[in-house]
């Protein structure tokens, strides 16, 4: 079926769903391939209600509610670029090795004081992700912003075809998915993909001059837009006034007068994702005093840069993923902060292939350089550096409650940071909750 029929069906449902077990009334099912034959599914949506079924395989098309096409993946993928273009607004790129949801989050903050935004549902990032969030915008949507995620070359580009963005931002490029990309220089690469998107396609690029590599790769590119914090020549000049316990800032408006803007976000790495979101909201005529109220009402949640306080002691739950540059970025701001105890539980970094011994044992060289925090390591790879021997070394977040039980940590300011495969949450939640044990 051609993409223009498939779309007069798709108008006509509630919702695209990939997982028959969550369909409902009037949705139209996607027989995805997985680790089983996703057409064998196909019947379970319709009996839940689903109106149509795609699959890919005649012999399970029983009546006119399956929808034969070729390949359901590119089926999804070719509807999600069609939809994109019938809805015809403006859709942001988002990509970067740190602080991509933050900076969607706050960006769709921002220009939600004005438009009527859609943006990337949690981390629906992917080659599945991105047609479904393309898929999940509502009709009268009238700016969306669109999450970019990738783990190898060519992915950034296949999103961009898909997507097809008028405007895009890549956060930084840093030490993520090393193994994926095949090292520093592949994540350059593939992380560009967008602004070289956007250059053949005569797209508006937001950059940050501050960060390694961004300025080489826009270069002398017009149509662009550059922020800087460190006085670099730029479009957009910011001043950091305070990074902790929240951070604060300011710019100087073209008439003179000076904004600031509060946040309840801390740390040098969110300052560079709130100077993201107030360039683009300026571009897209957002008032100051507009930007200044949607950036000091985020409140970070789902274990991204959260700043708990739990009895004596504050919690910085950073522990919803982690790479070299996030981690070493996060301990750099704990160590510049003014607690008088502060303490790192550190899970392993996943997915750096042949980089991921080196990588470790940097992170273990920085904090024996910072010296102000107490290092809680946590899985195989930290056990492998060359750790003080003074240093606790845990396996898994299973042991965290107990060690935290014996420790009994107080007035401390606690960084929990790690992959998500880590689940480090899961070890410091007892703890945070007040069921952990504590000594009497």
């Given at each position: 079926m051609e993409s223009n029929a498939l779309h007069a069906l798709f108008l006509n449902c509630q919702r695209v769903v990939i997982d028959s077990r969550q369909c409902q009334s009037g949705d139209l099912f996607f027989a995805l391939q997985g680790q089983v034959d996703g057409n064998r599914f196909a019947g379970d949506a319709l009996d839940r209600g689903a109106k149509y079924a795609v699959v890919d395989h005649e012999k399970w098309v029983v009546d006119d509610r399956y929808i034969l096409v070729s390949n359901v993946l590119t089926a999804l993928q070719d509807l999600a670029c069609y939809h994109r273009q019938y809805l015809g607004i403006p859709i942001l790129g988002l990509t970067g090795s740190n602080g991509k949801t933050t900076t969607k989050e706050l960006v769709a903050r921002v220009l939600s004081a004005i438009f009527r935004v859609y943006s990337t549902p949690g981390n629906y990032n992917n080659h599945i992700g991105?047609?479904?969030?393309?898929?999940?915008?509502?009709?009268?949507?009238?700016?969306a912003i669109v999450e970019m995620g990738a783990g190898a070359q060519g992915e950034i580009a296949e999103l961009c075809a898909i997507a097809r963005p008028d405007c895009g931002m890549i956060t930084n490029i840093g030490k993520a998915h090393l193994e994926g990309f095949g090292g520093l220089e592949g994540v350059r690469k593939g992380k560009s993909e967008l602004y070289q998107y956007l250059m053949a396609h005569n797209g508006l690029i937001f950059y940050n001059r501050d960060e390694p590599h961004l300025p080489d790769l826009v270069r002398d590119y017009l149509p662009s837009i550059s922020y800087s914090a460190?006085?670099?020549?730029?479009?957009?000049?910011?001043?950091?006034?305070?990074?902790?316990?929240?951070?604060?800032?300011?710019?100087?408006h073209a008439a003179g007068r000076i904004v600031g803007i509060h946040s309840s976000l801390y740390g040098v790495h969110n300052f560079k994702n709130i100077i993201a979101a107030v360039t683009i909201g300026r571009h897209f005529g957002v008032g100051d005093v507009l930007i200044c109220e949607a950036i000091a009402s985020y409140i970070p949640d789902n274990n991204r840069s959260q700043r708990i306080v739990s009895g004596t002691n504050t919690w910085v739950m950073d522990a919803y993923n982690a790479n070299p540059t996030s981690m070493a970025m996060a301990l750099r701001s704990l160590d510049r902060s003014e607690a008088e105890d502060k303490m790192a539980i550190l899970g392993d970094m996943l997915?750096?292939?042949?980089?991921?011994?080196?990588?470790?044992?940097?992170?273990?060289?920085?904090?024996?350089?910072?010296?102000?925090?107490?290092?809680?390591?946590?899985?195989?790879?930290f056990a492998g550096t060359d750790y003080p021997t003074n240093w606790p070394a845990l396996q898994s977040a299973t042991?965290?409650?107990d060690w935290l039980t014996q420790r009994d940590p107080q007035h401390t300011t606690i960084l929990v940071k790690g992959s998500r495969g880590m689940a480090l949450e899961k070890g410091v939640a007892p703890w945070i909750s007040g069921t952990g044990t504590e000594p009497a």
């Open positions: 991105v047609p479904l969030t393309l898929l999940g915008i509502p009709e009268q949507t009238e700016i460190e006085g670099r020549d730029a479009d957009m000049q910011y001043v950091l006034d305070q990074e902790d316990p929240r951070i604060q800032l300011h710019f100087q997915e750096l292939g042949q980089d991921a011994a080196r990588e470790h044992q940097a992170i273990i060289d920085l904090l024996k350089a910072l010296g102000s925090i107490e290092p809680v390591l946590v899985g195989q790879s042991e965290v409650t």
